[in-house]
């Protein structure tokens, strides 16, 4: 009988899989793109909030709707939410091209501003990565 993988052997497999595609997310199988995208995304916001994740740009600057769609891939549609409405305060389209201005805005923040209190909300979200790593077992 054969044992099914743990979730870090399915993360581990993705990144490899990454690692080969040249750190292109794009061309790797859409079940492994959603857990690198919320992976690496969930990463950042967890380490210091949307402004993380904003505030550099992801290799190969995919569009942030790839991120939107494998939060509502894994369930999580409440952080979906908060990408689409957080990323809507840069007031241009596709602003994943346009680092200056995402970091022109998030250096202007302050703490009681609305970008800032969606950022509270999703960062820490400890459910995000319990709906990853059922994701993964499927």
């Known amino acids: ?77 409440d952080a979906a939410r908060i990408l689409v409405e957080s990323a809507a305060f840069f007031q241009i389209e596709n602003p994943e091209l346009h680092i200056e201005i995402r970091q022109k805005y998030i250096d202007s923040l302050n703490a009681q501003d609305e970008f800032s209190r969606l950022s509270d909300i999703i960062c820490g979200d400890d459910s995000i990565w319990a709906l990853l790593e059922k994701y993964a077992a499927n």
């Open 1 to 77: 009988m054969t044992s099914k993988p743990t979730y870090d052997q399915i993360t581990n497999a993705a990144y490899t899989m990454l690692e080969a595609a040249g750190g292109d997310v794009s061309l790797l199988p859409l079940q492994f793109q959603n857990l690198v995208l919320i992976h690496s995304g969930q990463a950042l916001i967890d380490n210091g909030g949307l402004e993380y994740f904003f505030y550099n740009d992801f290799p190969f600057k995919p569009p942030y709707g790839k991120f939107v769609e494998a939060y509502k891939a894994i369930g999580a549609t």
